[in-house]
């Protein structure tokens, strides 16, 4: 066991261009890959991640000089020449490779840090693999911890809690608004492509309608169309504005098309029922002063630019925290392990005892002529003179400060003992 | 021995409160969903307790305690608390418990600096009318009170979103929506029982002082709240009166709730200020 390698290979957008990456023999499905793995010798448990951004290889393997190269082989197949290869791939061993499980789990080695996805495709990348049975115990053990070392980021830092894209950032907004946007008419103004862009992150979020005003009507008709909304021409503005709760403005006019006296009326129309104003176009379409009405909310651009902002920094101090996280966690898992490595010498002087024991016991009693009271008194004696003797040589081997000299205390424990024989 | 018991519950009353106020307050901080409940449960313990104190008070007096400043401050509290914990029930509205649980603490803490002494009832109190009146119009303020922390919670979450620069509070204040929500179910549930308080209170009035309506300066500022609500929800029916202004017309009128309770005793005086 203890020449057993947790081998990590692997390529990432961080690496390797997409151009690259789209290349990969390992990149497509997770069947055939993953059987291939498994047949290369040495070879003993293994699990490979597909995503979009990254392809990663885990492996238990009994380590000689063949098996990186064979998986190295595998990977990137004929698409990529043998010499260009190093400088896409990354490869980690043991401790490493844990943690850069870790970190992958976290969603602290993604594109957008902080973002769930990841989560999700670990997980189904590791249901393919114990599927087909080619994880073992220690993956098994790795990958579930990865999974809850990743909640446990979730839970204790605030890494996922920002939005970090302006369309994001306007619909965490609208929430702070309006509490839930399923009742809620989006109206957009000016049939522009960012508008687009915004306005399907709030269908998405489940709003009741959406209508479109442009200056020419058949263009609103089109966007209309894709939402399943309505269309109206810009004469229509002010009487929409009376329905609408999230409006979104990208015109390309070159002065401002709503004003804060338009608004007043409009307000009081509304019954004074909040709305929500997003600016996006350049130069803007909205005028400042609006915010300045009550149950008003204007955002322009720089706005939200600068929401995502606060956001990035504040994310990228939870990042730091969730790495202290991955770190303690990668550390415990090592010391997981190599208690795992004393595992079979400990079995072994357990049984090299009970056999001693045994033997003796069965001499002895055949010449005493006990009772069967009196014969347990003496079995219960020997049995705890033995676990007496091996508690010190147990807990010695358990011991956790000097984990890195387990092969010297395994060595001599097995040479004190006699327990040459390796199993 | 029941004296000294009476002292224990309201020390144990007090310590539940604060524990409860202690653990919101850590839950603002790190958000994590274990605290929550286990705030809850405390909230809900000291509710219990609060409730406990006042019934052995009652058994210990004689009558329903709710005329000393000591007793009707504790009373004030435990409305606040079960207007809370019963509209917990129907819907949550984020860290709404820390905001109430806060105003509940300084209530007991302001209740225990005052005189715990029992005194004889005055003869105007012997009455069933006592616990009618007093208790429904202080249950009154109770949800009134609601209204006044939600509206706090309105304004500083209004100021977060106007200004556009996400302070502390942002991530973890409710939406507006909720707060407005709230503002204007506790203020229906608060205005009703305030009106009943007042009826009930001038029927007493006609029985123990012979007319209706006193002017006395109590009788006058309950008026003048009164309105102060119902102009309010009036405005919100007729002319939309929402959000930020609802939030500031709820603290003004519970600033009058306030004046009505203590400023007209220690300031003004009249026939109704029993409680010195």
């Known amino acids: 066991m203890p020449s057993d390698t947790i081998l990590l290979l692997g390529v990432n957008h961080k690496t390797t261009p997409l151009a690259v990456r789209e290349q990969l023999a390992l990149g497509k499905g997770y069947a055939e ?34 098996v990186e190269d064979r998986v190295t082989e595998l990977l990137f197949g004929t698409s990529v020449a043998p010499e260009q290869r190093q400088k896409y791939l990354y490869t980690y061993r043991n401790l490493e490779a844990v943690h850069h499980l870790f970190m992958v789990a976290t969603s602290l080695d993604s594109m957008i840090v902080g973002e769930a996805q990841i989560l999700g495709q670990l997980k189904e990348a590791y249901r393919h693999a114990t599927e087909a049975k080619y ?5 098994n053990k790795l990958l579930h911890k990865s999974f809850s070392v990743a909640k446990r980021v979730r839970s204790e830092t605030q890494i996922g809690a920002s939005a970090v894209s302006i369309s994001y950032a306007a619909v965490e907004l609208a929430k702070k608004i309006f509490g839930t946007l399923e009742d809620k008419n989006v109206l957009l103004i000016g049939a522009g492509e960012m508008a687009e862009l915004a306005a399907e992150h709030l269908v998405g979020q489940g709003v009741h309608q959406v209508v479109v005003v442009n200056r020419t009507l058949s263009r609103a008709m089109d966007l209309a169309k894709r939402f399943n909304g309505s269309a109206a ?39 004074n029922e909040p709305i929500f104003f997003i600016d996006i176009a350049v130069p803007r379409d909205l005028d400042p002063g609006l915010n300045d009405l009550d149950n008003v909310y204007l955002y322009d651009i720089d706005d939200l630019q600068n929401v995502v902002e606060v956001n990035k920094s504040e994310r990228d101090k939870e990042a730091i925290k969730a790495r202290r996280i991955v770190d303690e966690e990668a550390l415990k898992f090592q010391a997981w392990l190599d208690g795992l490595a004393v595992v079979p010498t400990i079995a072994a002087l357990r049984k090299k005892a009970d056999d001693i024991c045994q033997g003796e016991l069965e001499r002895t009693l055949c010449r005493l002529h006990l009772s069967p009271d009196e014969q347990k008194i003496i079995e219960k004696m020997a049995l705890s003179i033995s676990s007496k003797l091996l508690h010190d040589p147990v807990t010695y081997l358990k011991e956790e400060n000097c984990r890195d000299q387990n092969n010297i205390k395994i060595e001599m424990i097995r040479a004190a003992f006699g327990l040459r024989v390796e199993l | ?57 009652y058994f210990e007096a004689g009558y329903t305690p709710i005329t000393s400043q000591h007793e009707t401050i504790v009373f004030f509290a435990w409305s606040v608390t079960w207007a809370y914990l019963s509209f917990r029930w129907r819907y949550t509205v984020k860290n709404f418990g820390l ?62 979103l106007k200004s556009k ?3 502390y509070f942002f991530t973890r204040l409710p939406s507006l929506d909720a707060l407005d929500q709230l503002n204007s179910h506790c203020l229906a549930i608060g205005f009703v029982l305030l009106t009943l308080g007042i009826i009930t209170g001038s029927i007493w009035a006609r029985q123990a002082w012979g007319t209706y309506w006193h002017w006395d300066p109590k009788e006058t500022w309950s008026l003048i709240t009164w309105f102060l609500y119902a102009a309010q929800i009036h405005q919100r029916f007729s002319a939309g009166w929402r959000g930020k202004r609802a939030a500031v017309m709820a603290i003004i009128g519970f600033a009058s709730v306030l004046f009505t309770l203590w400023g007209v005793t220690f300031l003004l005086g009249g026939i109704h200020s029993y409680a010195q």
């Open chain 2, 99 to 160: 905001f109430i649980t806060a105003f509940v603490c300084i209530l007991l803490l302001v209740a225990s600096i005052a005189p715990r002494s029992i005194n004889p009832l005055a003869p105007a109190l012997q009455s069933l009318w006592l616990p009618v009146h007093a208790g429904v119009a202080v249950i009154s303020y109770g949800f009134l009170a609601l209204a006044f922390c939600g509206g706090i919670m309105y304004l500083l979450q209004e100021h977060e």
């Open chain 2, 1 to 57: 021995m029941m004296d000294e018991t009476s002292h224990l519950l309201f020390y144990m009353v007090l310590g539940t409160s604060l524990l409860a106020l202690v653990v919101y307050g850590v839950f603002f901080v790190n958000q994590q969903e274990k605290l929550r409940h286990l705030a809850r449960k405390a909230l809900l313990a000291a509710g219990v307790l609060q409730t406990l104190y006042i019934l052995l008070r």
């Open chain 2, 165 to 167: 620069r996400f302070g």
């Open chain 1, 135 to 139: 994880t073992g115990p220690i993956l």
């Open chain 1, 233 to 271: 021409p810009l004469e229509e503005l002010f009487s929409q504005l009376e329905q609408a709760d999230i409006v979104i403005s990208s015109t390309g006019a070159p002065n401002i098309i709503l004003h804060k006296q338009d608004m007043k009326p409009i307000m009081r129309a509304r019954r």
């Open chain 1, 33 to 66: 890959p993953l059987h291939a793995l498994h047949n290369i010798a040495g070879c003993k448990e293994c699990y490979l991640l597909s995503t979009c951004n990254r392809v990663e290889i885990l492996m238990i393997a009994h380590e000689n000089d063949q």
